[in-house]
């Protein structure tokens, strides 16, 4: 009994960090809509500068498809925390109620005895729902592990944004300039992503 109300006080401090995470995720889709926005914006002025800028109208698609796929990515981290924070929340209500049973049960052997088989079910049902917690952390951490290496494929593109804005004749400060903001974008997702694993790992 004493473990269940050890694990239940780890798991409800738990809530803290996942509504924090939560603010970090929508900040991310937040983001990630703008990186759609900056690729749109490059395939415009690309198809713009013409026949030179071909390979960097071809990046910027794969960024749009990048992001649409983070986008998605996000929104599935976003249900994961979600599933997290009800079920950390259904644990701290256990434990809340756990505890006013204890306090019935302490009133004497007849309450005692009373108390014995409703307290079997509620350590029963705490139990479930830490396992529950165990599976939701789990699947938390191997979505944003899957987030992060996407992040990785938005890097490379932002990179070959780059390198294919040298090649946009009259256009290339205005191409370089897009290829900048992209790249800028998605260090800063990576970067908060990264940030929230270590904070989700602590």
């Known amino acids: 009994m004493e473990e269940i109300s050890d694990n239940t006080a780890s798991q409800a401090s738990d809530l803290c960090r996942v509504v924090k995470a939560n603010e970090d995720i929508k900040k991310v889709i937040r983001i990630s809509s703008g990186v759609n926005l900056v690729a749109l914006n490059a395939m415009l002025t690309a198809k713009r500068s013409g ?27 976003g249900a994961l925390i979600f599933e997290l924070v009800r079920d950390a929340a259904a644990m701290r209500k256990q434990h809340h109620e756990r ?47 899957r987030v ?20 946009g004749g009259d256009m290339t400060a205005t191409l370089k300039q897009v290829a900048n903001q992209i790249e800028e974008t998605v260090n800063e997702i990576f970067s908060t992503l990264k940030l929230l694993r270590t904070q989700l790992a602590e």
Not at 108 to 128: C, I, T
Not at 148 to 167: F, N
């Open 148 to 167: 992060l290496q996407l992040c990785e494929t938005g890097g490379s593109l932002s990179r070959s944004a780059k390198i294919e804005a040298v090649y």
């Open 51 to 77: 026949e030179r800028s071909r390979g960097f109208a071809v990046v910027s698609s794969e960024l749009r498809v990048f992001s649409r796929k983070l986008e998605g990515a996000m929104t599935g981290l």
């Open 99 to 145: 505890r006013h049973l204890l306090n019935i049960q302490a009133r004497g052997q007849q309450m005692r005895e009373l108390m014995e088989p409703v307290l079997a079910r509620m350590d029963e049902r705490m139990h479930k729902t830490g396992g529950e917690i165990g599976r939701d952390w789990h699947r938390l951490h191997i979505q944003l592990n």
